[in-house]
């Protein structure tokens, strides 16, 4: 587990985000509540700092307020204890929001979600979305879909054996039970690292790449997965608990 603190400028955009998810304004105590929430902080950025009630990571978000990093650059105005986000602001996220929804999304590990952000902030990536969007109203344009149905057929392709593609978590096959008629569609495809199309990159290089952070899963499994915010780390606990359940 690295050791690095996450920085203010990686806080901007997400911080920005729930301004506007906010209806435009945000405290700071509401800011570090649900930035808290969203990307579930781990590792140094979770300790506590000696002699005081905050982490390192809650910390940072109030540096935002003493370093003026939302108002300098004319994201947000400050004002009775809490942030007002400008045009500017909004026109910033807005231009981001693909990017940033599917990174704080995904119940992916902190450390994934913290690197990343960098990369979403200066607009140099465009993340391939999954087509099952666990319940939330999603809008994907024609271009979005489009990636996500090569990924996903992609996936299916290089996940498949003998023709038989089964879930990597509890290994149910749809085929046999269903038939193929209409058990061939169901599998979904699990996301376990930020995947994204860089710039300059040819997008069958970029699957190529991206095959080996995807996993097939039913949509039980996927679901219980994202309800309980399992990440990367906690994969092989929780398919151990779903072996040790058939015991029983």
């Given amino acids: 587990m690295s050791d690095r603190r996450i920085s203010e400028r990686e806080l901007i955009l997400p911080s920005l985000y729930l301004a506007v998810c906010n209806g435009g304004s945000i405290t700071t105590s509401e800011l570090i509540k649900r930035l808290t929430d969203i990307m579930r902080p781990s590792g140094i950025d979770a300790e506590i700092l000696s002699g005081r009630n905050d982490t390192y990571f809650s910390q940072k978000v109030r540096n935002l307020r003493s370093h003026d990093t939302l108002v300098a650059p004319g994201y ?108 061939s569609s169901c599998i979904e495809i699990h996301h376990i690292k930020p995947i994204f199309m860089y710039e300059g990159r040819s997008e069958v290089q970029t699957i190529r790449e991206a095959l080996d952070n995807l996993m097939p899963v039913c949509p039980n499994c996927h679901r219980t997965i994202h309800r309980n915010h399992i990440t990367r780390d906690e994969l092989s606990d929780f398919k151990a608990a779903i072996k040790a359940s058939r015991k029983n």
Wanted: charged share 35%; hydrophobic share 30%; net charge negative.
């Fill in 76 to 183: 947000a105005e400050y004002a009775d204890k809490g942030y007002v986000i400008t045009p500017l602001g909004r026109d910033f996220v807005k231009e981001r929001m693909e990017s940033l929804r599917y990174l704080l999304s995904s119940d992916f590990d902190y450390e994934d979600v913290r690197e990343r952000l960098d990369d979403v902030t200066d607009g140099k990536v465009i993340p391939y979305d999954e087509l099952v969007s666990e319940g939330e109203s999603m809008t994907v344009t024609a271009a979005v879909y489009e990636r996500s149905r090569k990924l996903r057929d992609a996936a299916i392709d290089h996940y498949s054996r003998d023709g038989v593609l089964t879930c990597d978590c509890c290994g149910f096959e749809f085929g046999s039970f269903y038939g193929d008629k209409y058990g």
